[in-house]
Every structure is written in C-alpha cells, then in structure tokens.
C-alpha cells in the first residue's frame, strides 16, 4: 500500500505542478502569441496613423524625394502600445500595394537604436507621385499573428 500511495502523491504533485504552470501562464502579460489589436504609426514621435478597433484613422504622406522614417508599435486590448520582440519569433511584414508608387524597407536588428530595445521602425521612400496602401502583419514563427487594415500612403512632390 506504501507505494500506492506515494505513487498518488508522486501524480498529485505533478498534476499540481502542471496545474500551477497553466494557471501562471494564464495571467502573464507576455502570452506566447503577439496580443495586438492595432498599432500605431509615429514620424518624430508625433502620432501620424492609428488602426484600432478595426478603423484606420489618419495616413501618411511623404516626399516622393526623400526617405522617412516610421516607428512602429503595436496596440493590445487595453489601448497600450508594445513593441513584440524578433528573439521571441516577431517580425512585421510591409505588405505595400503599389510599389511604383512607395517602397518599405524594414529596419533590420542591426541598425543602431542600441539603447532602446523597445524599438521598431521601418523606412518608405516615395517613388512616384500618387496614392497607395500599406498593411502592416505582423509575423510569429511562419504564421500571421496580426494584419492591419490598407493604410493610405499619399506620395507628394
Ligand atoms: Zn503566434
């Protein structure tokens, strides 16, 4: 009977160990899937576009000249902006719908923003004078954990 019952005890304490384990990954903040609802899109820290609650408000217009540089932060369902990290698996993707008219290049990890981990931009650069949209995935492993809706991207002289 001793080792039945140590053998209960031995399941018991394994089934209350895994129990545990779910229940703490129930209520940590950092799910293993991005949590993103929306983002937003920043030019010198100034707020530019914001896709939330399925609507895309504002858009973006830049020189068809000149490179800008858009920060990047994606909105979780309280509203608040985080930025998923590329060493648990995220990269956004630029989905652009006219490349004549703008193309996007990701700023890769090397690029120097070293003090600010938190950090995500890309650069558009104008090729032509005219309307086009952006969407904005964002990908986790192989699969689309979040897909914006077409941003509008006004290309001016
Ligand atoms: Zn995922």
Redesign the pocket.
Known sequence: MFKYNTLIKFLFAIFSISFIACSNDDNDEKH???DAEGLVLKIEEQTIVTYKEGVVTGSLTISDTAETEVELAFLDDDGDEFVPHEDDGFTPEYVVSDTNIFVVEAEDGEHNHSSEETHLAFHIEGKQVGTATLTIKLL??G?S?FTSKEIPVIVQN
Do not use: L, S, V
């Open positions: 293993d899937h991005a986790h492993n699969h954990d």
